[in-house]
């Protein structure tokens, strides 16, 4: 039910640094647990990283351990992922999803979704 947008892709050489925003509209926010995942071409849509309702607790796919975080404002409506160390293989269109209440790393459980906003990163 609540409506995601995401921003902030580009295009970034292979150890920089980019940081994505899913503006969330509705009044419920504080109640969706939030996720990122990323689509490559020719690729299915994988999990990338998620967080709980208050943003205390947070869970990364292994291919970004280290590299990406995952965070939230409630104020704001907005959830973030800042990723640095970029490599190649993270280029994709990344996706915020919504989900009530608990987190999830399967796509399909998640009720709402961003357009995507892509990331290319050069060699």
């Known amino acids: 039910q609540v409506q995601l947008v995401e921003s902030g892709g580009g295009l970034v050489q292979a150890g920089g640094s980019l940081r994505l925003s899913c503006a969330a509209s509705?009044?419920?926010?504080?109640?969706?647990?939030m996720g990122w995942f990323r689509q490559a071409p020719g690729k299915e849509r994988e999990f990338v990283a998620a967080?709980?309702?208050?943003?205390?607790?947070?869970n990364y796919a292994d291919s970004v351990k280290g590299r990406f975080t995952i965070s939230r404002d409630n104020a704001k409506n907005t959830v973030y992922l800042q990723m640095n160390s970029l490599k190649p293989e993270d280029t994709a269109v990344y996706f915020c999803?919504?989900?009530?209440?608990?987190?999830?790393?399967?796509?399909?459980?998640?009720?709402?979704w961003g357009q995507g906003t892509q990331v290319t990163v050069s060699s």
């Open positions: 999803a919504a989900k009530r209440f608990f987190t999830a790393v399967i796509a399909e459980e998640y009720d709402s």
């Open positions: 509705g009044r419920t926010f504080s109640m969706y647990a």
């Open positions: 967080l709980t309702r208050s943003g205390g607790t947070t």
